[in-house]
């Protein structure tokens, strides 16, 4: 045991000296999802916010309903243009997200032909996306309305009364659905971008943070002080064990730092801080597995750190650590679940949509097995390098 | 260091040592054994099998046949408190750049079962021999090339080994390093230690062992002392004589002497042929100034174990 311990004080006492750690372990998976969080704050639930124009040449009941629709949502707000081409401008400008504008007559016309005009700021696509899709809705609702009631009127009844529809309007807006699909699987449990982006990045880059264990093995056995240590009063599985508990300190920190600081700076939500404390664990065994393997399978240090990195950067991104792999098509979904940071993802997601511990444990379980069986392929490689 | 006393008794037999990568036989049937004070080298060109040899002498790497003895114990990969025993020096700097002299130290000896005090004033110990003391806390990439191969050395003597183990030491060092490190095995041996010192350099051979074992192909061509190892290729010391006066007469009277094989004269004086010049000497000088010749000058020149090489193997050592 002694000699464990001497050896991973060692390794970390190295690890600690090499500025590159730090940068690769904390600096830029913290800067990235930094940067991310922020360039994607406003796509976020209750955070978004836009300024939008309305161009009301109606000025009917249907059109007020529309404007008061607008003026009900608290990420809105709302000023008026006297014409479609001032609303025009105003987006141009980027001083709204977009422009309503609606048409003289739109009232009157609801029963048919009737359409609300979105112009669109072309430097808030997200902006302009919702404008649409509100007017769209609008539109929807309306079209619905007038069939629910011509149906319930008969086919006698003909074109409803603009106030008539208004008012139906109105009240289909403010009346509670009598059913709803309630969607709650891990799929559906939303994560901030600020979260999504600290765990992402959490998960990416620990799989970088702990590929220098079988590369300072090759390293080592490159410069001759494997030999030395060989030649000491120690077991060859001494050395691998020590190298084995310094790696596993460097990732646990790192990711344990990530999720700290993301939580106090980014206001990132990570959940059930034990669930968080199991992927956590089990996230950096399965990297240490992966690169394990993979490393042993180089014969220089150069080698094994491009094996390493290249295993992490695809899997990462098929694990979908910068992208949600679930908004993909199904098949790169199905695909995901050959990579341990899709499993991580997975559990990292159903935490911050409010799992708990208990709840991720099929996402820990799938995430040791990598460990297990990765590291064990990968303890049997390396331990060659210290068999001779 | 504190000096150990000096023992006869064998720290370190091997015999029949066999390894081959694949086709390749790199050693066959190689044995030796060393006592305690005794410097043994193992002389032979790069590729004859020396490194392999010394691998398995410590452990480093698995025999196909064959037995290592270390103070009477039996050695191999698997053995792990009798490596405790072994002090070795590789030939590459294998040294951790990126620590300091103190930490390197301080991080094998731990390896070693040291702790405490006794790690502290034995590490404090070897950076004096080594005369790294003033620059142990600096980073090791910062030492010169010189100040790395002390440390190098140093790190072999920590566990106080009763068998030292140098592979190389001196290659690529600069003449000053060089003859420091050659000091330091010369100390090494007086303290008591038995050293097993691989090299290729013949003169380091002739300086600081007391046996050398000639290797080549990976076979153990031959076994001795220098003079044991000349004696057994047949080589002779030659004795020039630079002389005037009457050269015919003293050719007579040195070829009479016992211990002389051959003479023969020249414009400028004569030249002998004797097993053991340095003893005949006296009697050749007297015999020529009694023959009525008058000696200018005088020139010894001992067969050296590259000659004996030469001999063995058909090939000079630096082929």
């Not at chain 1, 309903?65 to 709302?78: A, P």
């Not at chain 2, 070897?126 to 002390?150: K, P």
């Not at chain 2, 051959?262 to 009694?290: F, K």
Request: hydrophobic share 45%.
């Amino acid at each position: 045991m002694r000699g464990i311990l001497t050896v991973a004080a060692k390794d970390l006492r190295q690890r600690m000296r090499d500025r590159s750690a730090y940068v690769i372990a904390f600096l830029v998976p913290f800067g990235l999802a930094l940067i991310f969080s922020l360039t994607l704050a406003n796509v976020e639930e209750g955070s978004f916010t836009a300024t939008y124009a309305v161009v009301n040449r109606d000025g009917g009941q249907v059109a007020g309903s529309f404007v008061r629709l607008l003026e009900g949502l608290d990420f809105v707000k709302l000023r008026t243009a006297p014409t479609a081409a001032a609303a025009e401008r105003l987006a141009d400008d980027g001083d709204v997200s977009a422009a309503f504008v609606i048409p003289a007559g739109f009232s009157a016309s609801a029963g048919g032909g009737g359409r609300i005009d979105v112009i669109t700021n072309p430097d808030s696509s997200i902006g302009g996306v919702v404008a649409r899709s509100l007017a769209t809705s609008f539109a929807s609702d309306l079209n619905a309305i007038q069939v629910s009631v011509a149906v319930a009127l008969g086919d006698h009844a003909g074109t409803p009364d603009p106030a008539e529809l208004a008012a139906l309007v109105e009240r289909a807006r403010t009346t509670a659905p009598t059913a709803t699909l309630q969607q709650d699987t891990a799929e559906s449990r939303l994560f901030s971008s600020t979260t999504f982006y600290a765990a992402g990045m959490a998960v990416f880059f620990v799989f970088f943070t702990v590929e220098f264990g079988v590369r300072s093995l090759l390293a080592e056995r490159e410069s001759g002080t494997l030999a030395r240590l060989l030649v000491a009063p120690i077991r060859p599985g001494a050395i691998l064990a020590g190298k084995s508990i310094a790696t596993f300190v460097v990732g646990l920190v790192s990711m344990t730092a990530l999720v700290v600081a993301s939580t106090l700076l980014l206001g990132a939500d990570w959940g059930d801080p034990v669930g968080v404390a199991l992927l956590v664990v089990s996230g950096v065994l399965a990297a240490m597995g992966l690169t394990a393997l993979v490393s042993s399978l180089a014969k220089t240090p150069a080698q094994a750190g491009g094996y390493a990195s290249t295993a992490a950067v695809v899997l990462g991104l098929l694990g979908g650590t910068f992208f949600p792999v679930s908004q993909g098509p199904a098949f790169l979904a199905n695909l995901s679940l050959i990579a341990p940071q899709a499993w991580l993802m997975r559990g990292f997601q159903e935490l911050a949509g409010g799992g708990t511990a208990a709840e991720i444990l099929p996402s820990v379980g799938a995430v040791l097995a990598f460990a297990v069986v990765l590291g064990g392929l990968g303890a049997v490689r390396a331990g060659r390098l210290t068999a001779r | 260091m504190q000096p150990s006393p000096r023992r006869s008794e064998t720290i370190l037999a091997c015999e029949g040592l066999r390894r081959s990568f694949g086709d390749l036989v790199a050693v066959d049937g190689v044995g030796f054994h060393i006592a305690a004070g005794e410097t043994y080298g193992l002389l032979g060109p790069n590729g004859a099998g020396k490194t392999t040899t010394i691998s398995m002498v410590c452990g480093l790497l698995a025999r196909d046949a064959g037995e290592v003895l270390l103070e009477g114990r039996p050695l191999d990969t698997r053995t792990i408190a009798v490596k405790a025993s072994i002090g070795y020096v590789p030939q590459e700097l294998a040294l951790y750049p990126d620590l300091t002299g103190l930490e390197n130290l301080r991080f094998f000896g731990k390896l070693y079962g040291l702790a405490g005090h006794e790690l502290e004033s034995r590490v404090d110990e070897v950076l004096e021999v080594i005369d790294l003391t003033e620059r142990a806390g600096d980073r090791v990439e910062h030492y010169s090339g010189g100040m790395q191969r002390r440390l190098n050395i140093g790190l072999g003597l920590l566990n106080r080994p009763s068998l030292l183990v140098l592979d190389e030491p001196t290659v690529g060092v600069d003449p000053q390093s060089r003859n420091a490190i050659l000091s330091s095995v010369e100390r090494f041996r007086e303290q008591g230690l038995a050293v097993l010192y691989t090299t290729h350099y013949m003169e380091e051979a002739e300086r600081l062992c007391d046996r050398v074992g000639i290797i080549d192909h990976g076979r153990l061509r031959a076994e001795g002392t220098r003079r044991e190892l000349v004696a057994m290729v047949g080589e002779r010391d030659r004795v020039g004589l630079s002389a005037t006066g009457e050269l015919e007469a003293a050719e007579a009277a040195v070829r009479a002497l016992s211990g002389v094989d051959d003479v023969s004269r020249h414009e400028g004086g004569l030249d002998v042929v004797a097993r053991e010049a340095h003893r005949v000497l006296p009697a050749v000088l007297a015999a020529v100034a009694g023959a009525g010749g008058h000696v200018t000058s005088v020139e010894i020149a001992e067969p050296n174990l590259e000659a004996v090489f030469l001999h063995l193997t058909g090939r000079a050592l630096r082929e």
